[in-house]
């Protein structure tokens, strides 16, 4: 080690040291306490990165999809976000959220505008080919989300595909059958 790297180690335990209050600093002298090093995680830095750019507590889910809990409080550890290991997955993603200023209301509001554009279309297909190029949709979950939105029964058992069309036969259908009772206008 350079005498440069060995003044920059030193610096860095002086800050360190510094930065540490009263009652930190005897455990530590005692043997109470320990110092850990931890290596940042270049994986971490390209999903905080993602879930910065979520708009919803939804999205931060999806940018986390695959994790494991431990890798979630990892990520609310490099983020210095009060993360325990009781906390569901649920209450980390609020917790995440919470940190960069994410509201749920937006996807609500945004799954709204997708309601009122499928109760306007006269075809279940225009509906169908509506929906499934529908961003807020990829996952059953979301769809589960819109029909209860929509006033819909599923069975949340079904596949993403037949709950669709369980919301097109309910939305559509009931238009249709509403127009043919009116006598077709």
């Known amino acids: 080690m350079s005498k440069n790297e060995t003044q920059a180690l030193f610096e860095l335990i002086t800050k360190f040291i510094h930065s540490l209050s009263e009652e930190q600093y005897r455990s530590l002298i005692s043997g ?3 110092i850990e090093f931890k290596e940042n995680n270049q994986g971490d830095d390209k999903r905080i990165e993602k879930i910065k750019k979520s708009r919803t507590i939804r999205e931060v889910e999806r940018n986390c999809t695959g994790m494991l809990k431990k890798d979630i ?6 983020l210095k976000i009060d993360a325990k290991k009781r906390d569901t997955k ?3 993603f609020q917790k995440i959220a919470a940190h960069f200023q994410i509201k749920d209301e937006n996807e609500d509001d945004e799954l709204i505008k997708v309601k009122e554009t ?3 279309f006269k075809s279940p297909e225009e509906a169908k080919e509506y929906l499934t190029n529908q961003q807020l949709l990829k996952t059953k979950k979301d769809i589960i ?7 819909v ?3 949340p058992k079904h596949t993403k595909t037949m709950i669709l069309n369980r919301i097109i036969e309910s939305v559509i259908g009931s238009q249709l059958s509403a127009q043919a009772i009116r006598g077709g206008t």
């Open 32 to 34: 109470k306490g320990k």
């Open 73 to 78: 409080i990892s990520v609310c550890e490099s």
């Open 90 to 92: 649920k209450v980390l």
């Open 118 to 120: 499928l109760q306007k």
């Open 145 to 151: 989300h819109l029909a209860k939105l929509l006033d």
């Open 153 to 155: 029964y599923i069975n």
